[in-house]
């Protein structure tokens, strides 16, 4: 597993240098001169000269390459064309509120979604099973935007329950975490339904309904832990989406996360706000994917890595 894990860690590196190549060069292709942006619509084209020239981008596309991925590797971003801060301190100010508010959504919506799953696998064609289904169609079916916007119509606008938008207290997490968890929750809920019926139909199953396993005990020590190894993959991929996917989210509710910056310095064609922003979800995937693998081998002991 100890080697597994350092040829995994080691192969991050070319992966991440393919990857800053393609961003580097895709947002260049972006409509818009960051000059002008900076200098303002009525600058003087000296002037826009001479805010090319502090931001560096009057330098050949290669030499600007070498300079992002020299301080990349030193932790040093640049500084934002738009707040002229350093992009390591706005991503690490905006970086936790994402993670939080990520964490409160895969946590309510992994636990209601795999009790939807199982009840859907077990009372199949049922009753419950239609309607866990239908729920889980529904919340699959609506627009994140749009159900932000319900909830904040109804809890804060008519009701006065929650905040509509902010950050701080545990309130302000409640519906962004539902907007943003309902879609995990659905998804959740239909793939553990598949994972179960599937597993219900081996071998060792009947053996165990033979010998007169409670159904309980079937459900939670025989099934539970080999219908986890698919659900594993899906919660590990549903996590970084969520992660790095949480923009339409942010920006109804005024969130200050990462997804909210994303689109300001898109706005703003901020390049290295948006190289670095990049860079970093990307080896959030990469490195989700890595903790999943590990998570195989916990789930089931009979998976071994070389």
């Not at 942006?37 to 805010?51: K, T």
């Not at 970086?95 to 409160?104: A, G, I, K, R």
């Not at 962004?176 to 553990?192: D, E, I, K, N, Q």
């Not at 139909?201 to 079937?218: C, F, H, L």
Request: aromatic content about 12%; overall charge positive; glycine content about 8%.
């Amino acid at each position: 597993m100890l080697q597994y894990l350092i040829k995994r860690i080691i192969g991050i590196i070319p992966v991440l240098l393919v990857i800053s190549v393609v961003v580097f060069g895709f947002v260049r292709l972006l409509p818009g001169d960051p000059a002008r942006i900076a200098a303002g619509p009525d600058a003087a084209p000296s002037d826009v000269e001479l805010v090319r020239q502090d931001l560096g981008l009057d330098q050949p596309v290669i030499s600007q390459y070498f300079r992002f991925m020299a301080g990349a590797f030193q932790g040093d971003f640049g500084r934002s064309i738009r707040t002229k801060r350093p992009v390591s301190e706005e991503i690490g100010s905006r970086f936790m509120p994402t993670l939080w508010l990520t964490v409160f959504a895969m946590a309510w919506s992994t636990v209601i979604g795999l009790l939807i799953g199982v009840v859907s696998a077990v009372r199949r064609n049922k009753w419950p099973d239609y309607l866990g289904m239908t729920v889980a169609v529904s919340g699959i079916s609506m627009p994140a935007f749009w159900v932000g916007l319900m909830l904040m119509s109804f809890f804060s606008v008519r009701l006065g329950w929650l905040p509509t938008s902010g950050y701080g207290t545990w309130q302000h997490y409640i519906m962004p975490s539902f907007t943003l968890g309902l879609g995990v929750a659905a998804v959740m809920a239909r793939f553990t339904r598949s994972a179960f019926i599937e597993i219900f139909r081996e071998d060792y199953i009947r053996t165990a309904r033979a010998k007169g396993v409670p159904s309980q005990g079937i459900i939670w020590k025989h099934t539970l832990r080999n219908a986890l190894i698919p659900v594993i993959t899906m919660l590990g991929l549903q996590f970084g989406f969520l992660l790095g996917g949480s923009i339409v989210v942010e920006s109804v509710f005024s969130w200050p996360g990462i997804g909210r910056y994303l689109i300001d310095s898109v706005s703003y064609r901020d390049y290295p706000a948006i190289q670095a922003l990049i860079l970093m979800l990307s080896l959030e995937f990469i490195l989700i994917n890595l903790i999943v693998d590990v998570l195989y081998a916990v789930a089931n002991p009979e998976i071994r890595y070389k």
